[in-house]
């Protein structure tokens, strides 16, 4: 059964860093597009980046260019999104989502992925 865990959130002070993990169980990551998506409270799940399943290629939300980068690991099975510079509006619960149709780019829509994790929360508060 296809299974992501995402981890690595926390409580972060503006200005901070943080690092959120999406490991894969159940099968191999190698063959998947990973998106990270995020909801703040009373709002819709947007896109924050995403990296094609061999890593060639990724894209990044405008309002995140410059200050997070994703990466992946098929040797560990695990997609990794740095945070930096972190703002009080990245507060959010952040979503990885799988798709196993994409090999050489991916999608920004929550529609482009059919398998996700239960979340992670990240804030940015003083």
């Known amino acids: 059964q296809l299974q992501l865990v995402e981890s690595g959130g926390g409580l972060v002070q503006p200005g901070g860093s943080l690092r959120v993990s999406c490991a894969a169980s159940g099968f191999s990551l190698d063959a998947y597009a990973i998106g990270w998506f995020r909801q703040a409270p009373g709002k819709e799940r947007e896109g924050v980046s995403c990296?094609?399943?061999?890593?060639?290629?990724?894209n990044y939300a405008d309002s995140v260019k410059g200050r997070f980068t994703i990466s992946r690991d098929n040797v560990k099975n695990t997609v990794y999104l740095e945070m930096n510079s972190l703002k009080p509006e990245d507060t959010a619960i952040y979503y990885c989502a799988a798709d196993a149709t994409r090999r050489y780019s991916c999608s920004d829509y929550v529609s482009g992925y059919d398998s996700w994790g239960q979340g992670t929360q990240v804030t940015v508060s003083s």
């Open positions: 990296i094609s399943a061999r890593g060639g290629n990724t």
